[in-house]
T-cell receptor, first 113, second 116 residues
Framework: SAVISQKPSRDICQRGTSLTIQCQVD?????MFWYRQQPGQSLTLIAT?????????ESGFVIDKFPISRPNLTFSTLTVSNMSPEDSSIYLC??????????FGSGTRLTVV | AQTVTQSQPEMSVQEAETVTLSCTYD???????LFWYKQPPSRQMILVIR??????QNATENRFSVNFQKAAKSFSLKISDSQLGDTAMYFC?????????????FGKGTKLSVIP
């Protein structure tokens, strides 16, 4: 299965600023997924990122708040923009498929103060 | 819409004993996949086991096995010979390929504590 390097592992940010999270995969993948895990909660899909096309966002998530870049088949970034304390969460990227299972990055723990 | 329900927010088990975590799901799809993921305090999501809906045989991975009841839409996880390292959050998840969508839908999780 693929190995994902996710950076940063954690950050503390001031409200109103933006943070960009990076995920690098050791193999080419078609789809990458970005999830949010709020404190004590389960994972919620933010968007699906395909190389060469606009990301597809789930209900409740918008591109202006969570812009996603997918410049090639091994890399993607998620930006959390104009942050507020409510954005404090763990953000995870994922790749894979149904037949082989999905691999996750190690997560980015974001705290907004 | 697909939903996944884990009715046990927390469970505990003595080391070396067996524990079963429950999961039910709701879908109108016939071809889908089910997964159990483990998330220890390190927050890394680790795939424990997966099941293809069209396979009647229950999946097993070493000490982990599932009881897949398709008609009842139930997918429980059994952990045998529990070890301290099994302490973690366990998430049940569902995936299907309808409309070209392959993402996972997760349950709310069960926090498992293995007691020495």
């Amino acid at each position: 299965s693929a190995v994902i390097s996710q950076k940063p592992s954690r950050d503390i940010c001031q409200r109103g600023t933006s943070l960009t999270i990076q995920c690098q995969v050791d193999s080419q993948v078609t789809m990458m997924f970005w999830y949010r895990q709020q404190p004590g909660q389960s994972l919620t899909l933010i968007a699906t990122a395909n190389q060469g096309s606009e990301a597809t966002y789930e209900s409740g998530f918008v591109i202006d708040k969570f812009p996603i870049s997918r410049p090639n088949l091994t890399f993607s970034t998620l930006t959390v923009s104009n942050m507020s304390p409510e954005d404090s969460s763990i953000y995870l990227c994922s790749v894979g498929g149904q037949g082989i299972g999905y691999t996750f990055g190690s997560g980015t723990r974001l705290t907004v103060v | 819409a697909q939903t996944v329900t884990q009715s046990q927010p927390e469970m505990s088990v003595q080391e070396a004993e067996t524990v079963t975590l429950s999961c039910t799901y709701d879908t109108s799809e016939n071809n889908y996949y089910l997964f159990w993921y483990k998330q220890p305090p390190s927050r890394q999501m680790i795939l424990v086991i997966r099941q293809e809906a069209y396979k009647q045989q229950n999946a097993t991975e070493n000490r982990f096995s599932v009881n897949f009841q398709k008609a009842a839409k139930s997918f429980s996880l059994k952990i045998s010979d529990s070890q301290l390292g099994d302490t973690a959050m366990y998430f049940c998840a569902f995936s299907y390929s309808g409309a070209g969508s392959y993402q996972l839908t997760f349950g709310k999780g069960t926090k498992l504590s293995v007691i020495p």
